[in-house]
């Protein structure tokens, strides 16, 4: 009768008080463990509540200094020289080019690798793309940079001899295939949630496959494949080393995915790489440039919420 | 007469609508191709650019201003330590929290509340977790650009992965599991250590090295908190000669991480040194592959062995 190591078991235990007090020590251990277990819980909401204060805390002091409508409008971003300027909305485009780069690559090919992983695919095939499309999304990303900027863009200029050595179009096209295993995989798991009666329903009207897939499997599940449009639409815009690395870290106010151009997180990098003094205008100027990309997220997130909300249909 | 112009016509038509499923089917093929390529080409031109660097010097030395010679001795023992630091938080911590939300957690808006910020978390770009960690770890709290500091922030950084890892190999443990422990007598605590836990202890490990793996390739957070490009010392051994033997210096220590040596090494114009980061992304992606295809294996396992 040996239940638990080291605990007397409740036969030992002989009066009615040594009873008691045991289930009463027994309560207030569970009690605690359980204490202990929600504190490690809370602590992603303290990491949440952390963003938000020191990203707040460093702009409110950033914007102090330069008034939140310059730094909406202005079209020069040259924090660190004498003649500061601060438009974010130079960084702004860089990051907006090459996300819609990334996407017009990782949204197309992710949502037919979806469709046809889920719709179309032999067992075997499925079997084996699965796991080599996660190893893809496992790749670190300063190695995709390495490649965006040694492979692809000189493949690149073979095709197109003007393009420069640092552009947003290799990064972005990079970026893309980065993105499609994030795309692929969750649309993929959403289409499959799908329940089985509404294809049958469907084959039995004597639709084709691709009728199927297209008209009934994947409005079935838009929205899961919205919510992977978004986290897509979210690494992209927060994707950092394949910029820092083969976008170039000039600031520069284009949409002309074939020049260089800096990205709000390239600056980041650029700037954490030097040696700024703490407390400088030019170490609060990467709070304020976070915190734009924190929003940034935000806003996408919300709007994912909310589409997802539009378009969810339960079974 | 007319009735087999009408059947000709069906057919017809099925035809058309049977070859748009043969065009889907090779459009899949051919997207699915894009992504197999691209991961032959990049791990190709990693090898052949990167080999012929790679020896035993190219392990056992410093980074230096000569391509010839240096070496990722400091990021491979930098990446090693913070490694430690992140596994020592992030998985007591992911796991409870974990545990928690699984089996402890009522149903009220606060555990809505920490549900709906893991789900966002897992969304935040990594970068940000970087600002948060120079604000917090380094100035606030006085670590410093130390492999504390990257430690901490990569467990954050991956708490996500490893709580959901953990929640999903807790809710595929049946109910009568639970039922038959508390039939005996046990405790909620009692249950969760000698049942829900060793069952679920498979699941876990693979959602921890996914997550280390991700760890280990993290570069940008590790950049923002000031990590080192050129660094040629190794932070003060653990280990140390005299009582009490052990020394938590290297904690506080200066360091360089695989991922920044090679973006160090890929910045630079020569294309000798080209050839040096050739040679660490391809250890980086070899260590990287080996521990999610550790991951995936044992996930595959494990689906096909426990039946309920």
């Known amino acids: ?315 | 007469m007319a009735a087999a112009a009408e059947v000709a016509q069906i057919r017809a038509l099925i035809a058309a609508h049977k070859r748009w499923d043969t065009i889907f089917a090779v459009c899949g093929m051919l997207a699915l191709m894009v992504g197999v390529l691209t991961f032959v080409a990049l791990f190709l031109d990693m090898a052949v650019d990167g080999i012929g660097r790679l020896s035993w010097d190219f392990f056992t030395n410093f980074p230096s201003r000569r391509p010839g010679q240096a070496g990722i001795l400091s990021a491979w023992v930098g990446s090693t330590l913070v490694m430690l630091v992140t596994a020592f938080f992030a998985v007591p911590l992911g796991v409870a929290a974990g545990v928690y939300l699984e089996e402890y957690a009522p149903k009220n808006w606060v555990t809505d509340v920490i549900e709906i910020n893991i789900t966002n978390l897992a969304g935040v770009p990594s970068i940000v977790y970087g600002l948060l960690a120079l604000g917090l770890f380094v100035y606030q709290f006085g670590f410093g650009q130390s492999i504390l500091s990257a430690g901490l922030t990569l467990a954050l950084l991956i708490l996500p992965v490893v709580i959901v890892a953990t929640r999903e190999a807790i809710r595929s443990i049946p109910q009568a599991i639970r039922e038959g422990s508390y039939a005996v007598g046990a405790t909620q605590w009692q249950t969760v250590r000698y049942h829900i836990l060793p069952y679920s202890s498979a699941g876990i490990l693979t959602g921890v090295i996914i997550g280390m793996a991700r760890a280990i390739g993290e570069t940008a957070p590790v950049i923002t908190i000031g990590a080192l490009t050129f660094i040629a010392f190794l932070p003060p051994a653990p280990v140390t000669p005299e009582p009490p033997f052990i020394s938590f210096e290297w904690l506080l220590s200066p360091f360089s991480v695989m991922p920044i040596q090679m973006f160090n090494w890929t910045s630079r114009p020569e294309a000798a040194f080209h050839a040096n980061a050739a040679a660490a992304g391809f250890v980086l992606v070899i260590m990287t592959l080996a521990m999610n295809g550790l991951a995936i294996w044992l996930r595959y396992r494990l689906r096909r062995n426990i039946k309920w």
Request: aromatic content about 10%; some cysteine.
């Open chain 1, 1 to 315: 009768m040996s239940a638990v190591p080291g605990q007397t078991t409740l036969m030992q235990a002989r009066t009615q008080g040594e009873r008691l007090a045991r289930r009463r020590a027994r309560v207030i251990r569970e009690r605690l463990i359980e204490l202990v277990l929600f504190f490690a819980a809370l602590v992603s909401v303290f990491t949440t509540v952390g963003i938000v204060y020191v990203l707040v805390k460093e702009s409110v002091v950033f914007f102090r200094e330069v008034p939140i409508g310059k730094f909406l409008t202005d079209t020069q971003w040259t924090p660190l020289f004498d003649d500061a300027h601060f438009g974010i909305l130079v960084l702004l485009s860089g990051t907006l080019t090459s996300s819609l780069v990334a996407l017009a690559i990782a949204i197309p090919l992710g949502t037919v690798i979806a469709i046809y992983l889920s719709e179309f695919a032999p067992f075997k095939v499925r079997e084996i793309a699965k796991p080599f499309l996660e190893l893809l999304g496992g790749v670190p990303t300063i190695i995709y940079g390495y490649f965006a900027l040694l492979f692809v863009t000189p493949l690149l200029q073979a095709i197109y001899p003007g393009l420069p050595g640092f552009n947003l179009l290799s990064a972005g096209i990079v970026m893309g295939i980065m993105i499609i295993p994030y795309v692929s995989s969750i649309s993929e798991d959403a289409m499959r949630a799908v329940p089985m009666s509404l294809r049958e329903g469907s084959y039995a009207m004597g639709a084709t496959r691709f009728q199927t897939a297209v008209k009934v499997v994947v409005p079935a599940a838009f929205s899961g494949i919205a919510s992977a449009y978004i986290l897509g639409i979210s690494r992209a815009v927060g994707e950092t080393m394949i910029l820092a690395v083969a976008a170039g870290m000039q600031p520069n106010l284009t949409f002309n995915p074939l020049e260089p151009a800096a990205t709000i997180t390239a600056y980041i990098v650029q700037v954490a790489l030097g040696d700024l003094p703490h407390g400088s205008i030019g170490y609060q100027t990467i709070f304020a440039a976070g915190l734009t990309l924190m929003l940034f997220t935000l806003a996408c997130n919300i709007g994912g919420h909310m589409l997802r909300k539009t378009f969810r249909e339960a079974y």
